[in-house]
């Protein structure tokens, strides 16, 4: 029974023209999926196309004419072969999974196909449309010239050539391309920059959370910093503390200290970087731990006019360490070996004792990292090692073992713009004598930011 | 997404990526240069080229972006207007936004123009929904400006300033739900333009509900006339026939939305198929999910506290502190063991009868399965059958991360339990594992707070209930889409919350829901939208029965509601129950 929930594998079937932002969607839902640790991967028939026929001379526009029976016949053998491929790799295990169907698919008659083909495969595949529609002509224009500079395509052809034949391509789509309108199944539309959503029989947790992304993302250029607070008096002494501790019970000592020295002049660093950086309103989220708070009150206090909203989230809080809560690695190590040695091994899925894994933190910040997306304006976000990891973790697309690895350094600002297929990250040491406080860090994050990794096959 | 993808710009790349639209060019000289970008290479394409969008210069996205811009700084008061057909499901659609919102920390109200013309006109009949009839029209007329009357001063209301400005601004945002089918474009425009004369801007959405199944529509006629006043002394029949003469009434003069210019959202067959246009705001963001969440089956939500625990790991910690870190990660005792077969028993049953019965939910794409003549589970949609043969049904588990949750919770190997650090009590933050009196002795201040506001103090470095909330809000709507029945294994703090969403009872009084051990609630939909609650005791009160005694929990409210909490919460304590940390 548990194997058969509606939610369980889904095929989401891109349909569109060329240049409609297909493969953003894809790797927009792609990077997602795999930060939540769903499997979930791209299938793309173009790059096939290419790996396959690389051979044969380049793919002129004749090759994608719709009267051309040849070309017609190879794309469709082409798809459907991309299309085995996937639901081979979709039945590979019971798990929930998410398959992208990266094609044009832009006809009634391969629609059908795809749906006659997937409900003939071992396990039940629920197959989910999401088509893109675009009918601004200034917003196609740019998207075809991007798609000429980086297509592979096009790479060795002048550009006003390569514009002409893209156009010459797209034409030949567009003589056959039928919008989806057939109620029976399962689509998401997309129109224009989704001012216009349209979701038919969409169901399932999982398949929600697809509508929820593609309607929070947009590509309104604005920067997210993100840093830790700033430094805390370490040794506290008071008495009543010490009274608690000889109580036997474990307390989070520095969630109530006080910022010592250091930390109150990185907050003042951090309130003149951000203000250099951007004069419009900043929305400030922090945890509800004290020093968070007390990192952003120095920007709040003289920029008031600026600072639209502070929301303090309790999403943003730490980790939850449950039995291992205020204790040092050192005498986690030291009292509890063999806990230490799990989440050593498995620093991911392991939970402690009646705290939280890194996993239960990806499913905390789920919705944050969705009004992170929606959010129109600049944000600054003040939150703690764990939590930071794991957000950097889906804007840089970092494997589970690189969250749970990488060290985000106190004192460091990382600034996070919207780029191509995702997020670009930038690092700023805030540091002495600096007013401007600008640095750009060698290297960024996790020792060396490669990039999205694991698009790479 | 038709997106503008940054391009290699041929001239120096503008120096302020991420300005809003309004800024003026002046200050860009406050900005650090960039470096020019290069190329993409050819590799990259599917990589995703680093680039960062540069502030698109198509007029197009621009004029998208304004209009963006301007209607999600207008969320703060928003009115959102039903449109539909009579028995189209559009008082559900209000009544569960009103109770989300509220329960939410919003401020919501819904005005129902109907019960303004009951008030004015008395129960009518067809007749007077009539476009030819000019006495009922001017009378619908004057009712409707009436309601939107009250609505616009209930909205400019100066709303109570909270204490703590800071945090709860998001509590401030307004939403007032207008009620009427607003039929016609004439009627909307009317709506539009006032909305945008006010003093403070006020944002609209359109909520067009729109129903084109037979069965479901003759279903929601049938459930209008019972529990409408309308008909409250008419014979059934009769009735139909009048609500019916009256829906063509209004049939006559539908005017569908089609007017991309305003936000609107239209619902097909209850959540079936749904359109947003400009739907961009905060607010009416929150609304999406739910929309497409809700659903008009009957399957029951069940709500039960974890099991009692053995009292931790050999009382390591010396005193035996209910309550405190060290206990918490403790096996069922005894006593839990045996509410979790209990509960494995009660489970198995209600499911079964539910999915022979039940589980098919008219007008959702959904059809029933039938194997050679017998009944063996539903298709949704064009989704993947639920096959419920077999002597269990489904049944989705969710339950906190601690282990006596789960281990309560797992009450067969063939349902999956998944465990959400969500459902986890209260952070009580620096004062986890104190009790409340340890708490008052440590800080009298904050514990003066608490008193005075138990729903948004927060603890220090920790959680209030408030923030509880925000935390809860998925895993509510993961409960709200389920169609097979669902049970939650969670701690006081968290059932407390939820307790208050199903009831529609003011969440700012949430703390004081009683929620005794060894107790399941049951929250079974009810016609309109809202939940029945019932409560099924478990196991016997009394802890004579069971065979080691408990570890003497020190005097504190957990204890006390444990053991005092009645089946209902008459006479509710004023104080909070922290009862599970």
């Not at chain 1, 520095?254 to 203000?275: C, H, M, N, Q, W």
């Not at chain 1, 980790?319 to 205020?326: P, Q, R």
């Not at chain 2, 009436?146 to 400019?156: C, I, Q, S």
Request: glycine letters at 6%.
């Amino acid at each position: 029974m548990s194997s058969t929930t509606i939610d369980h594998k889904i095929v989401l079937v891109l349909v569109g023209l060329p240049a409609r932002g297909k493969s953003y969607i894809a790797h927009k839902v792609l990077s997602y999926f795999r930060w939540q640790g769903i499997r979930a991967d791209i299938f793309n028939v173009g790059k096939f196309r290419r790996k396959i026929m690389k051979d044969e001379p380049k793919q002129a526009a004749e090759f994608f004419a719709s009267d051309n029976a040849g070309g017609a016949n190879r794309r469709e053998e082409l798809a459907m072969a991309v299309l085995d491929e996937l639901i081979a790799w979709s039945c590979a295990d019971k798990q929930p999974s998410v398959a992208i169907f990266d094609a044009t698919n832009t006809t009634n008659a391969r629609r059908r196909n795809v749906v006659d083909r997937l409900s003939s495969a071992q396990l039940s595949l629920y197959p989910i449309f999401v088509e893109s529609i675009c009918d601004s002509e200034e917003v196609l224009e740019k998207n075809l010239l991007q798609k000429i500079r980086n297509s592979p395509d096009y790479a060795d052809m002048s550009e006003l050539d390569a514009l002409v034949d893209l156009k010459a391509r797209i034409k030949n789509y567009e003589n056959v391309y039928e919008p989806l309108e057939d109620d029976s199944l399962s689509y998401i539309k997309l129109i224009n920059l989704r001012a216009k959503v349209i979701c038919n029989l969409v169901y399932g947790a999982l398949a929600h959370q697809i509508v929820n992304l593609l309607m929070s993302t947009h590509i309104q250029p604005r920067p997210i910093w993100l840093t830790r607070p700033g430094t805390v008096v370490k040794a506290v002494s008071p008495a009543s503390m010490e009274d608690r501790r000889g109580s036997g019970l474990l307390f989070k000592v520095t969630d109530v200290a006080p910022l010592d020295e250091k930390g109150r002049d990185y907050a003042k660093k951090l309130s003149a970087f951000i203000r250099a950086r951007c004069p419009s309103d900043v929305k400030i989220h922090c945890s509800t731990l004290g020093r968070s708070h007390e990192t952003v009150k120095d920007f709040c206090a003289e920029h008031d006019a600026q600072v639209s909203e502070v929301v303090l989230w309790s999403a943003l809080n730490n980790l939850d360490t449950g039995i291992c809560h205020g204790m040092t690695p050192a005498q986690i190590k030291e009292s509890m070996p063999e806990e230490f040695q799990d989440f050593m091994a498995n620093p991911f899925t392991y939970r402690v004792p009646n705290g939280e894994s890194y996993s239960d933190l990806v499913k905390r910040l789920d919705p944050f990292v969705l009004h992170m997306e929606r959010t129109t304006e600049p944000m600054l976000i003040v939150s703690h090692m764990s939590v930071l990891q794991v957000l950097m973790g889906y804007f840089c697309d970092k494997t589970w073992n690189e969250i749970a690895k990488a060290r985000f350094p106190p004192g460091v600002v990382v600034q996070l713009t919207p780029s191509h297929y995702g997020w670009k990250e930038e690092f700023f040491r805030l540091e002495d004598g600096d007013t401007n406080g600008l640095t750009p860090l060698k290297g960024g994050w996790a020792g060396g930011s490669e990039g999205r990794k694991h698009y790479e096959k | 997404m038709n997106v503008p993808h940054s391009i290699a710009p041929p001239s120096p790349p503008r120096n302020i990526p991420f300005l809003t639209m309004s800024r003026s060019l002046e200050e860009e000289g406050d900005f650090p240069p960039e470096k020019p970008l290069t190329t993409t290479p050819p590799s990259l394409y599917y990589l995703g080229s680093q680039a960062p969008s540069s502030l698109p210069s198509v007029p197009a996205v621009l004029q998208n972006l304004k209009k963006r811009e301007a209607l999600t700084v207008s969320a703060s008061r928003l009115c959102i207007v039903l449109v539909g057909l009579p028995g189209r499901g559009k008082s559900f659609i209000g009544r569960k936004l009103a109770n989300y919102l509220n329960w939410k920390g919003h401020r919501c109200k819904v005005f129902n123009v109907g019960k303004y013309r009951r008030e004015v006109a008395g129960s009518a009949t067809a007749d007077f929904f009539k476009g030819s009839s000019a006495s009922g029209s001017s009378v619908r007329e004057q009712v409707a400006q009436a309601a939107l009357k009250d609505m616009f001063e209930w909205l400019e209301e100066p709303v109570v300033n909270m204490e703590k400005e800071d945090d709860y601004k998001d509590v401030m945002d307004s939403v007032a739900i207008f009620d009427a089918t607003n039929s016609t474009v004439k009627r909307r425009e009317m709506i539009l333009n006032q909305c945008a004369s006010r003093r403070f801007g006020v944002g609209v959405v359109f909520v067009e509900s729109i129903c084109d199944q037979p069965d479901l529509l003759e279903e929601n006629f049938r459930q209008k006339i019972k529990i409408s006043p309308d008909f409250a002394d008419m014979p059934f029949e009769e009735a139909l026939i009048d609500l019916k003469a009256r829906v063509k009434n209004y049939e006559s003069v539908y005017e569908t939305i089609d007017d991309d210019t305003c936000s609107y959202i239209k619902v097909y067959n209850l959540s079936a198929k749904i359109m947003a246009n400009q739907i961009f705001g905060r607010m009416s963001k929150t609304i999406i999910p739910c929309l497409m969440a809700w659903n008009i089956g009957s399957r029951p939500i069940w709500l039960c506290r974890a099991g009692e625990t053995d009292g931790g790991v050999g009382g390591k910690t010396g005193k035996g502190t209910f309550g405190s870190r060290r206990t918490q990660d403790a096996n069922l005792s005894d006593r839990g063991k045996e509410l979790r077969d209990k509960l494995a028993t009660f489970v198995h049953d209600k499911a079964r009868t539910f999915h022979e019965n039940q589980s098919y939910t008219p007008g959702m794409g959904s059809e029933k399965l039938h194997d050679e003549g017998e009944f063996h589970g539903v298709r949704l949609g064009s989704g993947l059958p639920v096959d419920t043969r077999g002597e269990k049904g489904a049944c989705k588990i969710m339950c906190s991360t601690m282990p006596r949750a789960y281990q309560t919770a797992a009450l067969d190997e063939d349902w999956r339990v998944e465990q959400f650090s969500s459902l986890n009590p209260l952070d009580k933050g620096d004062f986890t594992g104190l009790e409340m009196e340890e708490i008052k002795e440590v800080d009298p201040e904050w514990y003066a707070q608490l008193r005075k506001d138990p729903f948004q103090t927060r603890f220090p470095g920790g959680e209030s209930y408030y923030d509880l909330i925000q935390r809860l809000e998925s895993c509510l709507i993961d409960m709200e889409q389920q169609v097979a029945p669902v049970l939650i294994v969670s701690h006081v703090s968290v059932l407390q919350c939820l307790v208050a969403y199903f009831r529609g009872s003011p969440v700012q009084e949430c703390t004081s829901i009683a929620f005794p051990m060894d107790t399941l609630v049951e929250m079974v939909p009810v016609q309109g939208g809202s939940w029945k609650e019932n409560r099924y005791s478990m196991l016997p009160r009394s802890r004579v029965n069971s065979k080691e005694p408990l570890p003497k929990s020190p005097k504190s409210p957990t204890g006390s509601i444990s053991e005092e909490g009645g089946e209902v919460e008459e006479g509710n304590t004023t104080h909070p129950i922290w009862g599970d940390s």
